[in-house]
């Protein structure tokens, strides 16, 4: 319980899109709601980001009755909201029990994790964001259409040290929002294109790392918003731009801390486990990819010139593949999933992550030969190919049995179903259409 006298709390899940969705209560009430739990519609996860209600069976069909279910608060959680007064500052994240469990994404990880457990794994994640700043607040895109958008930065500025002295203000006040929301800020630099940054979760456990990222995005969000200006996630918002992505950099060791990635003696120091890890991942992962790309633009995202991954082939320190073996050291050495889109739920793609990569040590799955040199170039990429589109790849997660296995049936039946209702509703729109739903909160 919060140790600092409290007035009211928020208790919050995270929702697929990966916004907080929640309430505040009051603190005299938080002792009951951290035993029992408050209850919430399940409806919650069948919303897309300005709250249009998606397709999801048994929880908005006709069938639907708009009930609560129960939530299980995790005291662990406990963060405290910085632009908040003290005494309504404290943040507890919670997620849903019973049926809706199921599909919720913080108890697939939980699920995923007791499993890895049960193998005698741990893993450590850490997880890149990147996002696009907007001198743009909501009133003045609505007035430009959501187009002609103004970029913080004019021109693409990779690690300029220039534009980000420059914005050295909206840096310092990130790095202020992260202390108090328990948020681990590894590194922030400018990326390729205007306005374009990527902030670094550091490597931690991998419920905390989701946890995270799913704070980081949500209140840098509102950090611009109190700036008078927009943080954009969309992995395309514009053709022109460069695809944003959440990569995400992940070992695993035993419960001694001994890592089991490396291998001295091994080419490249590749262990056994490793190298089923990333057959794992190869196998599995096709099957998985509507959730690494989850919204209509997401698969934007997957064009030439855009640094995201052509096949799901692997590489020694090499960013034209999906899976980026990276790390000299017994302790560093890692491996860097770089399918995730920018909009992807934390929770889901660790999870699917994770799931994928112990199947492939269990199963003792060995991956393709490595991809060397320049993996966009046709015929050097080796591994299988990502999905031809959004509707190959939920057909894809509908058929797939790992998945229905690790994440739950009921997961694939409701996230196939709403992907499918979004798909359907953007079906002759336009790009601009696309940043109506999601420039602001998707």
Known sequence: MSERPCRFATIAIVDTNGLLRGQ???????????????????????????????????????????????????????????????????????QFTGEAAAFCPRSILRRV???????????????????TLFDETARSLAAKGFDGLETATAHPSHDLILYQAAQAEFYAAVADLCGPLGIGLGKMHEEIGGGFMEACIAATSALEAADQAALF???????????DRTVCFMPRWSEEADSQSS?????????DETPLFWDPEAPDRMSARFRHFIGGMQRHLPAMMLVFAP??????????????????????????????VVGRGARSIRVENRLPCSDA???????ATLAAGLAGI?????????????????????????????????????????????????????????????????????????????????
């Not at 990569?247 to 419960?255: C, K, T």
């Not at 919204?295 to 593949?321: H, K, Q, Y």
């Open 345 to 351: 739920n934390p929770y889901l793609t660790l999870a």
């Open 362 to 442: 269990a199963e003792e799955i060995e991956p393709t030969e490595a991809t060397t040199g320049n993996g966009y170039v046709p015929g050097t990429s080796t591994g299988p190919a990502l999905p031809e589109g959004m509707g190959a790849a939920i057909d894809a997660l509908r058929a797939s049995e790992f998945g229905a296995d690790w994440l739950s049936p009921r997961f694939v039946e409701t996230f196939a179903a709403t992907r499918a209702h979004q798909m359907r509703q953007f079906e002759g729109k336009t790009l601009i259409d696309e940043r109506r739903r999601f420039f602001e909160l998707g």
């Open 217 to 227: 995005k949500n209140f840098v969000r509102v950090l611009a918003m109190r700036q």
């Open 247 to 255: 990569h995400i950099h992940l070992s695993l060791s035993d419960p």
């Open 113 to 131: 994790l007791a499993r890895a457990e049960e193998m005698g794994v741990v893993p450590r994640i850490g997880i890149e964001l990147e996002f």
């Open 24 to 94: 505040k209560v009051r603190g005299a009430d938080l002792p009951g709601y951290l035993e029992h739990g408050p209850g919430m519609s399940p409806v919650q996860l069948a919303l897309d980001p300005t709250d249009e209600i998606l397709d999801m069976p048994g929880v908005t069909d006709e069938s639907a009755d708009f009930h609560d279910a129960d939530l299980a608060v995790d005291p662990a959680s406990l963060r405290h909201i910085p632009f908040e007064r003290d005494e309504d500052s404290p943040l507890y994240l919670a």
């Open 295 to 324: 919204t209509v633009n997401s698969w934007r995202r997957f064009a030439e010139g855009t640094f995201a991954p052509p096949a799901l082939s692997w590489g020694i320190e090499n960013r034209t593949t999906a899976f980026r």
